[in-house]
């Protein structure tokens, strides 16, 4: 599961917290800044691929395919922000990170790309859509912070999109695992049985449906946090806009 990482990155501490804390340096920010805007673009390159293909084929079936190398490329490349926050110039929780960018490798390289009877699923298409306009806007948002001029649209956008897209998101998700449990129990994908030299066995089948599982608790607690994350950070303009 991929909670759009709202309330850990480096920018929004200050978006909800009035003190002031000690940012990378000007070095560590130049990178970021470049980071951010080359993974800005790389899911720009795939949100306008999905455009261009879906208008000429003039159907959203297996789009994915349009769009299959950059998204792996990019998705792949979001790991990189795991090693940010165990270097300490993003102060965000190496743990939490770690679990949401891990996720979505995890569904692009262990369900999707492994399992190729899947990638033609409506599903694959849905988290695709909602994770190429979450991208964007994070990415955009993480920009114009370490830059200090954060427009208040993106601001906005960061904060309320997720309402829909995160749900858009997990629905996906789950639809696809869902789909490729036929394929991983008739292949047997990534596992292994007894006997083996390691007297050591896995059922991949078995733990893709824990996995399933997992969205039930973990879902409410990111989704809520994530809501009381936009009214500490919008609550105050949005009262001020309504007394005018």
Request: hydrophobic share 45%.
């Amino acid at each position: 599961m991929s909670a759009p990482s709202v309330g850990t990155s480096k920018t929004m501490q200050g978006d909800a917290a009035p003190k002031k804390k000690k940012g990378p340096g000007a070095l560590a920010t130049a990178y970021l800044v470049i980071y951010n805007v080359v993974m800005t673009a790389g899911w720009l390159v795939i949100a306008v691929g999905l455009v261009r293909a879906y208008l000429a084929r003039g159907s959203y079936h297996g789009l994915y395919y349009s769009i299959e190398k950059p998204l792996k490329f990019f998705q792949t490349g979001a790991v990189l922000e795991i090693l940010h926050c165990a270097a300490g110039i993003v102060p965000s929780s190496v743990v939490l990170t770690g679990f949401q960018v891990l996720s979505r490798v995890f569904l692009t390289w262990a369900v999707t790309h492994s399992v190729r009877e899947v990638q033609s699923e409506d599903s694959v298409l849905l988290f695709v859509t909602a994770w190429t306009i979450t991208e964007i806007i994070r990415y955009s948002f993480y920009t114009f912070s370490l830059l200090n001029h954060l427009p208040y649209l993106i601001k906005w956008a960061r904060y309320t999109f997720f309402i829909v897209l995160y749900p858009m998101g997990v629905s996906g998700e789950l639809l696809t695992i869902y789909a490729a449990l036929p394929y991983v129990q008739k292949m047997g994908l990534y596992s292994v049985t007894l006997p083996n030299k390691y007297n050591f066995s896995f059922d991949y089948y078995t733990f893709l449906i824990l996995a399933m599982v997992s969205y039930i608790p973990l879902f409410p607690q990111l989704y809520f946090h994530m809501l009381r994350q936009r009214k500490k950070v919008l609550g105050h303009a949005e009262d001020f806009s309504k007394t005018e």
